[in-house]
C-alpha cells in the first residue's frame, strides 16, 4: 500500500533561516501533493497544493517542490520566523481502490528559535 | 471567512458510554471527511462522504462507530460503547470536492475516555 513518510524528529532553526522539510512517498506518484500546517490543539490548516505535472510552486515565502523521480516533496519556509513554529504535515492524494484517496504523513514539528 | 464547525469541543466520557460528534462544513462544499488524531500522529481517515454517499470507510471500527450525512449537508459520528483507545482527536473536514482540492478543517472535538 501507498506510504507517506515526514521526518518524525523535530527541526530547530534560527530565526531569519531557511527551513526545509521533507515528504517522502513510495510505490506509485501521487496526483497531488499538498501541505498543512497544525497548531498544537487545532485542526490543520491549508498552506499549498502542488500537482504532479507542477515542479515548484510558491506564496509569499513557502516553496514546494514535487520530485517525481526521487518521489520526494520539499517544503521551505525562507527568512523563518518564531510564529513559523508548528507542525508541518504532508499529505497525498492518489488513487486507491477506484476513488481518490488522501493520506497524511504524520508531521514534522518545527521550532524557530530567536 | 466560511468556516468547518464541530461540536462538542471537548467531551469527556466513561467507557462502554454512547457518543456523538456533529459537522457543519463549509456551504456548498460535497466532499467531508471525518479524521482521528492521536497526539503525535497524523490525522487518519476514519469516512469520507460525497454528497450523502460513503465512499471511503475502510479504517472505520464499524462495530462501534457509524457516520452519516443525510442530507449530503451536515454530519454525525458516533461511538458506541466507547472504549480507552478511542482517546483521541476528532477532526471534520471538508472541500468543494474530492479530488484537486484543499481541505478545510474544524477545530476538533478532543474526546476522553475514562
Known amino acids: 500500500s501507498q506510504k507517506i513518510e515526514q521526518n518524525s524528529e523535530a527541526l530547530n532553526i534560527q530565526e531569519g533561516k531557511t527551513a526545509t522539510l521533507t515528504c517522502n512517498y513510495t510505490n506509485y506518484s501521487p496526483a497531488y501533493l499538498q501541505w498543512y500546517r497544525q497548531d498544537p490543539g487545532r485542526g490543520p490548516v491549508f498552506l499549498l497544493l502542488i500537482r504532479e505535472n507542477e515542479k515548484e510552486k510558491r506564496k509569499e515565502r513557502l516553496k514546494v517542490t514535487f520530485d517525481t523521480t526521487l518521489k520526494q516533496s520539499l517544503f521551505h519556509i525562507t527568512a523563518s520566523q518564531p510564529a513559523d513554529s508548528a507542525t508541518y504535515l504532508c499529505a497525498q492524494e492518489g488513487y486507491s481502490g477506484g476513488y481518490q484517496k488522501v493520506t497524511f504523513g504524520i508531521g514534522t514539528k518545527l521550532q524557530v528559535i530567536p | 471567512e466560511a468556516e468547518v464547525a464541530q461540536s462538542p469541543r471537548y467531551k469527556i466520557t466513561e467507557k462502554s458510554q454512547a457518543v456523538a460528534f456533529w459537522c457543519d462544513p463549509i456551504?456548498?462544499?460535497?466532499?467531508l471527511y471525518w479524521y482521528r488524531q492521536i497526539l503525535g500522529q497524523g490525522p487518519e481517515l476514519l469516512v469520507q462522504f460525497q454528497d450523502e454517499s460513503v465512499v471511503d470507510d475502510s479504517q472505520l471500527p464499524k462495530d462501534r462507530f457509524s457516520a452519516e450525512r443525510l442530507k449530503g449537508v451536515d454530519s454525525t459520528l458516533k461511538i458506541q460503547p466507547a472504549e480507552l483507545g478511542d482517546s483521541a482527536m476528532y477532526l471534520c473536514a471538508s472541500s468543494r470536492a474530492a479530488t484537486g482540492y484543499e481541505q478545510y478543517f474544524g477545530p476538533g472535538t478532543r474526546l476522553t475516555v475514562t
Open positions: 456551504s456548498g462544499h460535497a466532499t
